[in-house]
């Protein structure tokens, strides 16, 4: 009996163990949390749309947020070009907040810092090196609403040139 208490104990009490409290170095980033809708974004290399869904949710007892995301894209036509999964793992660590960004397609990058303004918005920006430096940044529009900007400085170049704008809008 003790053991079937336990389970039913255990699956009762899960979710609401997950709903655990960032802690402070991750606290200031908390507007990021939820699941989100995109819509539909632009994609300005191709000059086509993508839509999709982000899924923010705090990880490892509050001392991580975890990215998930499903993106498909169309072509300038609206006819779809592709579909991919990305993640991206947010943590502090030596006194700065870092970020590493896996996708379906390959794509790689490591965010070594992280412009904060507590609830409204943050700047990651990955280590200069032989490739292009990258950016994104998330910036609060509304307490539903997310804008999001990724962009790229190839080698040599000095400014940042967008890859993909978009909103998104909070489901919950």
């Known amino acids: ?15 609401a163990m997950a709903q655990t409290a960032l802690k402070p170095a991750l606290a200031p980033l908390s507007f990021l949390v939820g699941n989100w809708d995109s819509g539909e ?18 990880e490892s007892d509050g001392t991580a947020i975890l990215r998930r995301d499903h993106t498909e894209t169309f072509d300038k036509a609206g006819k779809p070009a592709g579909a991919f999964h990305q993640t991206m793992l947010i943590y502090p660590d030596g006194g700065a907040i870092h970020a590493d960004y896996v996708d379906g397609e390959g794509h790689a990058i490591h965010y070594v810092s992280a ?3 507590a609830g409204k918005s943050v700047t ?10 990258f ?30 704008t978009g909103t998104l809008k909070k489901k919950r």
């Open 1 to 15: 009996m003790k053991a079937i208490t336990a389970i039913v104990f255990l699956c009762i009490a899960t979710p």
């Open 41 to 58: 974004g632009k994609v300005a290399d191709t000059g086509g749309t993508s839509k999709g869904g982000s899924v923010m949710s705090v």
């Open 115 to 117: 412009s904060v303004t």
């Open 124 to 133: 990651f920006t990955s280590a200069a090196g032989q490739g292009p430096l």
């Open 135 to 164: 950016r994104l940044t998330y910036e609060l529009q509304s307490p539903k609403a997310l804008a999001v900007t990724f962009g790229m400085t190839p080698p040599g170049a000095t400014e940042f040139r967008p890859i993909a």
